[in-house]
């Protein structure tokens, strides 16, 4: 299932796997469990209070002891097999083999006095191997444990137990331990996740900013021409102009010629991935194409209404262009995620800044849903206006729609 919103097209099974109101209730009861503790076990506090819990259960448990091994060691022992899940997460090895020894005594010499706290400490600490625990060390904790349990079929010191109690035994070793490794797997398919979107968010930065250099080439190769051009003309155009004066606008000229070859020996390789510089050599758009830009959107069937607002002056083609790519990726963002949608552009210039807010309605479809994070394209964005030294915000506005705004500090441009 694929859910859409005005910022990121998200695939529902790429998410973790979540136990809806069909699944079988066996299953259904194991991811409960399962989350539980796996968020105990993240917690600081979790740990130290399963621990005192099954602590306490077990000092309440040794009263009515009646099995082979005497009250004290009973004691003892179930104390021992609960209280180091405490320490489990700084401790691991020493509190997971304090657990599983101390109920190794019970499973081979006294089943008939192992209170039910011990029993879940036991199953805890197996479930926790492969959690805490490198796999080699967890692997045979695991096996020595299956060992105990068998060796306990021999009837040491009258410990005979029905074949079946057994076998529910060993079945649960093996229980504790699938429950570990989905539990770390889980986390391992987290971390993984988080990676990748790192990576993925890195990549699209890395080509807006060779975007962005692009871009910015054809305005500073411009402005550079123009000031080579008017430093060689401009002797001619004033009249007994001193020797002096001739050097200094022919020493402006060249270099001005300098700073552009060397602008475009370091920049013109990124106009296109594969160097040509020119098919990228159309002027940059500015604020004034907006009207074409939504005149298309509306022909393709989208409502969109356009407000420019406050002095309309020069700006630099820096915060023009930005404005231009902020509505120009918001629209269709809105018209992709948000299909009927009633979209706002509005750009507001101001004496020392330029604010631009598209925002879209709540979509036509119900199936559509707005989430409060973004995809790359409003990462792409973000990148643009932090290297302008703005401030860029998208999100719902809870309404169900989308605003996409970013403010771009503009002084007056040439």
């Known amino acids: 299932m694929v859910r859409v919103h005005a910022g990121q097209v998200t695939d529902a099974s790429l998410e973790p796997d979540r136990a809806g109101p069909g699944a079988a209730w066996p299953g259904s009861l194991m991811e409960r469990v399962v989350r539980f503790f796996a968020a105990d076990y993240r917690r600081l506090p979790g740990p130290v209070a399963i621990a005192v819990i099954l602590a306490v259960a077990a000092l309440l448990e040794s009263g009515k002891n009646a099995g082979p091994l005497p009250s004290s060691l009973s004691l003892a ?16 090895v020493a509190a997971i083999t304090a657990v599983l020894a101390a109920n190794a005594g019970f499973v081979l010499f006294g089943r008939l006095s192992w209170s039910v706290a011990g029993v879940a400490g036991w199953l805890i600490a197996l479930a926790a191997c492969p959690v805490v625990l490198p796999w080699r060390w967890a692997a ?221 309605s709540a979509p036509m479809l119900p199936s559509v849903k707005v989430r409060a994070h973004g995809g790359y394209g409003l990462t792409g964005l973000r990148e643009r206006v932090t290297m302008l030294r703005g401030e860029f915000s998208a999100g719902p506005d809870g309404l169900g729609g989308f605003v996409v705004r970013g403010v771009m500090p503009a002084a007056a441009g040439p």
């Not at 022992?77 to 691991?92: F, H, K, N």
């Open 77 to 92: 022992l179930s104390l021992l097999g609960t209280a180091p899940i405490a320490v489990i997460r700084r401790y691991p």
């Open 140 to 360: 045979r904790a695991v096996a020595l444990t299956e060992v105990a349990v068998l060796l306990g079929v021999a009837g040491l010191n009258h410990n005979a137990t029905p074949w079946d109690a057994t076998a529910a035994e060993a079945l649960a070793v093996i229980a504790a331990w699938g429950a570990g490794e989905m539990v770390r797997a889980r986390r391992q398919s987290a971390k993984t996740a988080e990676q990748l979107k790192a990576l993925n968010e890195r990549d699209v930065i890395a080509r807006e900013r060779a975007s962005i250099a692009r871009e910015l080439h054809d305005v500073v190769a411009h402005h550079v021409s123009m000031i080579a051009v008017r430093a060689a003309t401009a002797p001619y155009s004033v009249p007994d102009l001193p020797e002096s004066g001739h050097a200094a606008f022919a020493e402006i000229a060249d270099e001005a010629r300098t700073a552009l070859t060397e602008l475009r020996v370091v920049l013109g390789v990124l106009r296109t991935p594969d160097g040509d510089a020119g098919a990228d050599s159309a002027p940059q758009p500015r604020i004034s194409d907006l009207e074409c830009l939504i005149g298309r959107m509306t022909a393709a069937g989208m409502e969109v209404t356009l407000t420019v607002s406050g002095n309309r002056r020069p700006l630099p083609a820096s915060v023009e262009l930005c404005c231009y790519r902020i509505v120009q990726e918001a629209l269709t963002n809105a018209g992709r995620h948000a299909p009927g949608s009633k979209v706002t552009v509005e750009v507001g210039i101001e004496t020392a800044s330029v604010t631009t807010r598209v925002a879209n």
